[in-house]
Antibody, heavy 123, light 108 residues
Framework: EVILVESGGTVIQPGGSLKLSCAASGFSFRTHDFNWVRQSPGAGLEWISY????????YYADSVKGRFTISRDNAGSSLFLQMNSLRVEDTAIYYC????????????????WGPGTLVTVSS | DIQMTQSPSSLSASVGDRVAISCRASQGLGDSLAWFQQKPGQVPKLLIY???TLQSGVPARFSGSGSGTEFTLTISSLQPEDVATYYCQKYNSVPPWTFGQGTKVEMK
């Protein structure tokens, strides 16, 4: 069974830093690409970052570029999101999601999601 | 960046109704379009990828169509358990992989 579990969410003051983790199990972590997606209270989904299976290709949404850093530990089957210079508008549930390729060679985005971890940025 | 626009933003329908949700991209995506369902209080779930390929385990009443800039998610016979917000997402080779703003489906 594919399991993704995020952790690290908390209440933090504006300007602070926080590191989120996503622990994966039940599949070969090193062969998959991953994303972080967030959802502010009562709002829609926002894709914020992607990392390839090797870690060599990384992308960010403009809203977090320069402040957030995605990384992974393939040996430890974990995904991370280092969040710096946090703003009130970064308040959200943060989800890690797994991408995969199907048997036909088609790319499947976010076929599994963790339960999310809540980050609240407030003074 | 490519903008994703869903319509309607909400709809109300009866059990058994055919429901269609539109997703329009500001530039062509080929078939790199996915649909997600998020039930109240739950984590989003992938329904369709490649614009029209049903994810394993998803009921056959859900279908996707379209390519390029115009896409549609159709529920052929709405069931009470389909009450949810539905999101489209582009995932072509050029990030960001933007979601649409969501369509809330309610029962009449």
């Amino acid at each position: 069974e594919v399991i993704l579990v995020e952790s690290g969410g908390t209440v933090i003051q504006p300007g602070g830093s926080l590191k989120l983790s996503c622990a994966a199990s039940g599949f070969s972590f090193r062969t998959h690409d991953f994303n972080w997606v967030r959802q502010s209270p009562g709002a829609g989904l926002e894709w914020i970052s992607y990392i390839s299976n090797s870690g060599r290709t990384i992308y960010y949404a403009d809203s977090v570029k320069g402040r957030f850093t995605i990384s992974r530990d393939n040996a430890g089957s974990s995904l991370f999101l280092q969040m710096n210079s946090l703003r009130v508008e970064d308040t959200a549930i943060y989800y890690c999601t797994r991408d995969r390729w199907d048997d036909s060679g088609d790319y499947i985005p976010s076929d599994h999601w963790g339960p999310g971890t809540l980050v609240t940025v407030s003074s | 960046d490519i903008q994703m626009t869903q319509s309607p933003s909400s709809l109300s329908a009866s059990v058994g109704d055919r429901v269609a949700i539109s997703c329009r991209a500001s530039q062509g995506l080929g078939d790199s379009l996915a649909w997600f369902q998020q039930k109240p209080g739950q984590v989003p779930k992938l329904l369709i990828y490649g614009a029209s390929t049903l994810q394993s385990g998803v009921p056959a009443r859900f279908s996707g169509s379209g390519s390029g800039t115009e896409f549609t998610l159709t529920i052929s016979s709405l069931q009470p358990e389909d009450v949810a917000t539905y999101y489209c997402q582009k995932y072509n080779s050029v990030p960001p992989w933007t979601f649409g703003q969501g369509t809330k489906v309610e029962m009449k």
